[in-house]
């Protein structure tokens, strides 16, 4: 079966762009492919800064023909309607149509026959339409064609279309259509500088090839392999170590056609800056990669760069160059930093009553200060020192306002660790100036030190208060001020170092701390209680956790210790790996049900303690009994916090459940005993609400 | 690069010769060769032969120096390579031609630029002006890992669409000069590629003003008057918009260019407020965003001139 190879040659596509790009031209034209009825056996896309490709191959040469149905008018309709009917279905008369009966009455109905097209027709149709409408973050307009209404935009301007279409063993056919003045062909170009002449191409094996020839790779993962793996190799040749980064080798291979590794030097004075300065420096500036020296794990005065030519000079220009651009960007950055070393963290906290932090939620001295009271607030819940909380607080954000900082935002925080340790701080009090920002992510790490801890979690917390405060919560997609991953990063916080505190108490005291009055102030701390429910849900689901059993605590009310919900959800999913367990759960929700039935006939709840006098049959006596000691015993051992213990005692109500459920019947024909057995079933209920709402539980 | 040149001519030898090798490139590519423009202004892109004329439907292929003045790189001269003052080259072609980059390549090798042994790159930069009310797409062209220009694909310029699209290079030409001749500090450039007594440099040239503006513009500029500058300015250009209109109507337009250079002067002069540090964060958003509406109405007023393609 035939194959397609499309390739889209402009001008250079952004490095960050070119992976999402390559997928959706695979996804769209196939997408498109199958809904034709054409369906391929496989895919491939790739780009490079001046080019996306496509092979899509085992495409059927010609659409399977089309049957459709076309319901028209009533038989006995009016004439206009039949005559629309002819027209729109192509039927010469009526006698070529069919009737059906249905409830209605009698319809006629068109039987239209649409012979399948050739392919390469319907690419012709499908592929213009997919370019004129791709999906790029942001494109342009470009050249005389640009002066009229409708023209192109894409990322950058377009030159040329290759698209073919044919079987392995035949000469292929263009597929012929023109974009915005660009006709489809079979010619594309080598690389800008060492290969720049035409190339005709007929289908993808020789056009890879022929690319490659032309000192092209066309794979981007094959340009990532061949960086990695020669960067690795230059360093370790001379006895040092390659600093790996992911992003920067995703990056550095999208800026390259033909990628060609080499190693430059700066001198050595320039190591007295700290590592991260000297790599945010190369990285962010140069693209380059730094090296360090294995022996001690520092960094070395060496470079990685990634050329885009094989220079006629070897390349000593070019690493010349290089070496002339990357040395005074690391003597700015030397300056920087010991500009920044020669002032005091706390002497440029004035500065920061001039910034403002939110419009409605005032300067960053305000926040500071805020964050500051929380902090000495949360310390002793945390089992870090007042004084240390309160001083790393304080400290915490005057990074910001350093030089280095504001070159290189990334090193924030940890710039302020280095700038603490050299004014003498206390070691726990640096750790948070860096910690407090932590976790980022779900990836990323959660400080231990509580002086980090107890900042930390008022950063999180007074920015959550603030925002929810002023009525900026996230919603859908828009979560501007990253909320959701305060919240997420203080439930990490606070579980996994096992803290015990009351978030509504904690939010209250930030929301006290406020000068803004919110109208629902008393509302706000459950509000964002319910918030962190739901955080708490997407990161349970997220570890494989089931999320439901959130819903089972926080429905008892009352909840904020997070720690203890995220203990009773533990002890509830174990529980519920049982079998005492399942079955209890079914015999709640049996019991829940029955319940909510007769609730709703009798328009009343059966609250209320049952009548020991109106037993009749031993499996009552028996399932209150158990009742009573279960919820004596659940009640005690979640006093004491051993959830798994009062899931054992929940494991005792079992049998007597499946034994009343057997034996007894509910609805009794008498009405005061039919009342107190389904005060019986309630009772099941609310000893069961000692450790969780089964009824919210999904089966 | 032409080997006939006498060598205190040659681009790798002398500023001015670097200089009048770009301007004989793209005056052979068939742009009008322009002088800069007789006014204080950041960066070229503020010379009306680019911010006007790159709207409307009218073909425009100029190029020109333009002088920029950033009063806060100001570095009293001590620092290598930042200065108040310097020299951009502007190219501006409109409808931007389809071989734009391999022009922009050959005119690197007029200026001794070998790409069989640098490595040349477009690396993703898009450009913005929030005070002109105009952004387009492009790259910052790399050489081994330097930038040496900005090249654009206009969009939006004064707030109107680019119909035609223009495209812009902006050659750093100190820091093409240091690369090509060599030099780690500007103010070592040779400015007439003579030798021994005859020889100037930069610093010759420049040094004494970078050092003078440098003290103006951080310590000593007149802020009292700059502010009352900054309102006379953007009354003049407000009332010569709307004097300029014919009739009083709002189809054809004779004033535009005066208005414009009003513009221009509250944007010079609150770059100056800017750098003696008199202006407050919010207000900074305030002063560009008032600079904005004067270049966008005098971006509207253009396109109903006569050269603005207007009738």
């Known amino acids: 079966m035939p194959d397609l190879l499309l390739e889209l040659f402009s001008e250079e596509i952004p490095a960050r762009m070119q992976a999402k790009a390559a997928d959706d031209l695979r996804r769209l034209v196939t997408e498109k492919l199958v809904a034709e009825g054409l369906v391929y056996e496989g895919a491939k896309a790739f780009a490079t800064p001046r080019r996306l490709a496509l092979t899509v191959h085992g495409i059927p040469a010609r659409q399977p023909d089309l049957k459709t149905e076309r319901r028209g008018p009533k038989v006995g309709g009016p004439d206009t309607a039949v005559q629309g009917f002819l027209k729109a279905t192509g039927l010469k008369s009526l006698d070529e149509a069919k009737i059906q009966r249905d409830a209605k009455g009698d319809f006629y109905i068109a039987l239209i026959e649409k012979a399948g097209r050739d392919a390469i027709d319907v690419l012709a149709e499908i592929l213009p339409v997919i370019i004129r409408t791709f999906p790029w973050p942001k494109s342009m307009r470009w050249g005389a064609r640009s002066g009229k209404p409708g023209s192109l935009s894409w990322v950058r301007p377009l030159h040329a279309i290759t698209a073919t279409f044919g079987p392995e063993t035949e000469e292929p056919d263009v597929v012929k259509f023109s974009v915005d003045g660009i006709e489809t062909g079979q010619t594309t170009y080598g690389h800008r500088f060492m290969a720049p002449a035409a190339i005709s191409v007929r289908r993808f094996e020789d056009y890879e090839a022929k690319l490659k020839a032309a000192k092209v790779i066309l794979d981007p993962q094959a340009r990532k392999d061949i960086i990695f793996a020669d960067a690795k190799e230059l360093t370790f040749a001379q006895g040092f170590e390659l600093v790996e980064d992911q992003v920067l080798l995703d990056e550095v291979s999208g800026l390259v056609e033909w990628p060609v590794v080499m190693m430059g030097s700066f001198e050595e004075e320039y190591l ?379 494991a005792k109500l079992r049998p007597p459940v499946d034994a009343f459920f057997d034996k007894v019947r509910v609805n009794d024909d008498d009405a005061k005993v039919r009342e107190n057995r389904l005060k019986l079933l309630n009772e099941i209920r609310s000893a069961t609400r000692a450790v969780a709402d089964f009824s919210k539980i999904q089966d | 690069m032409d080997a006939s040149l006498p060598a205190h001519m040659r681009p790798e030898r002398s500023f001015q010769g670097f200089i009048l090798a770009l301007q004989r490139f793209w005056a052979e590519q068939g742009c009008v060769i322009l002088q800069p423009y007789d006014m204080e202004m950041g960066a070229g892109t503020f010379h009306p032969a680019t911010t006007l004329r790159a709207l409307g439907p009218k073909p425009w292929n100029a190029a020109y120096v333009q002088p920029s003045r950033r009063p806060k790189d100001g570095r009293y001269g001590e620092n290598p390579n930042r200065m108040q003052h310097y020299y951009q080259f502007q190219v501006i072609m409109k409808p931007s031609p389809p071989n734009l980059q391999e022009l922009y390549l050959k005119s690197l090798a007029a200026i001794g630029i070998d790409s069989a042994v640098h490595d040349i790159r477009f690396v993703e930069d898009d450009w913005e002006s929030p005070t002109l009310g105009a952004w387009g797409l492009g790259w910052e062209c790399w050489c081994d890992g330097m930038e040496v220009s900005q090249f654009t694909y206009f969009q939006q310029v004064a707030g109107v669409e680019c119909a035609p699209v223009a495209g812009e290079l902006t050659y750093g030409l100190e820091r093409l000069a240091m690369y090509v001749q060599g030099v780690d500090r500007v103010y070592d450039l040779n400015f007439n590629g003579r030798d021994g007594d005859a020889k100037v440099t930069y610093g010759d040239v420049f040094l004494q003003a970078e050092r003078e503006y440098s003290k103006h513009n951080f310590e000593v500029a007149d802020t009292a008057m700059l502010f009352e500058q900054f309102k006379m300015a953007e009354a003049a250009c407000r009332k010569y918009l709307d004097a300029g209109w014919k009739d009083g109507k709002r189809e054809a337009h004779l004033m535009s260019l005066p208005a414009y250079d009003q513009c221009i002067k509250a944007s010079h002069v609150f770059n100056l407020l800017d750098a003696r540090g008199v202006i407050s964060v919010t207000e900074r958003q305030s002063y560009i965003f008032r600079v904005r509406e004067l270049a966008k109405a005098c971006g509207e007023a253009w396109i109903h001139t006569e050269a603005g393609g207007a009738a």
């Open chain 1, 272 to 650: 007295a800056i700290p590592d991260e300065v000297i790599r945010a420096t190369i990285r962010n500036n140069q693209k380059c990669f730094v090296v360090k020296d294995p022996k001690t794990g520092k960094l070395t005065n060496k470079f990685v760069l990634t050329a885009n030519i094989e220079a006629t000079d070897g390349g000593k220009v070019i690493v010349a160059g290089n070496e002339r651009v990357i040395r005074p960007r690391l003597s700015d950055a030397k300056f920087f930093y010991e500009t920044d070393l020669k002032t005091k963290l706390e002497d440029r906290l004035p500065k920061f009553e001039q910034i403002v932090f939110h419009e409605k939620l005032g300067t960053q001295a305000e926040r500071i200060k805020r964050i500051e009271r929380l902090a000495a607030e949360i310390a002793p819940l945390v089992g870090a020192d007042v004084a240390k909380a309160t001083r790393a607080a304080h400290l915490a954000k005057a990074d910001l306002l350093t030089e280095v900082v504001g070159e290189f935002p990334e090193v924030q925080g940890l710039m302020g660790r280095y700038y603490a340790l050299a004014q003498g701080e206390d070691a726990s009090v640096a750790a948070a100036c860096e910690e407090h920002y932590k976790p980022q992510g779900p990836a990323d790490r959660v400080p231990t030190d509580p002086v980090s801890v107890a900042v930390a979690l008022a950063d999180k917390i007074d920015t959550l208060v603030g925002f929810w405060a002023i009525d900026e919560k996230p919603t859908g997609s828009k979560d501007p001020y990253a909320l959701r991953r305060a919240a997420l990063g203080a439930i990490r916080l606070i579980t996994e170092n096992a803290l015990r505190l009351s978030l509504m108490k904690v939010a209250a005291s930030a929301l006290a701390g406020l000068s803004v009055r919110p109208a629902d102030a008393q509302k706000l701390p459950s509000d964002l209680l319910a918030f962190f429910a739901d955080r708490l849900k997407v990161q349970l689901r997220e570890q494989g956790a089931r999320h439901d059993l959130v819903d089972a605590v926080f429905a008892l009310g009352g909840q904020d210790d997070l720690l203890m919900i995220v203990r009773r959800v533990e002890a509830l999913g174990t529980f519920l790996e049982t079998d005492d367990g399942k079955n209890l759960l079914a015999g709640i929700k049996r019991a829940s049900n029955i319940l909510g039935i007769e609730e709703k006939k009798d328009k009343r709840s059966f609250d209320g303690a049952p009548d020991a006098a109106l037993y009749s049959l031993g499996e009552e006596r028996a399932l209150a009994k158990a009742i009573g000691e279960v919820k004596a015993e659940a009640s005690a051992a979640v006093a004491k916090e051993d959830f798994a213990a009062a899931m054992s005692a929940m």
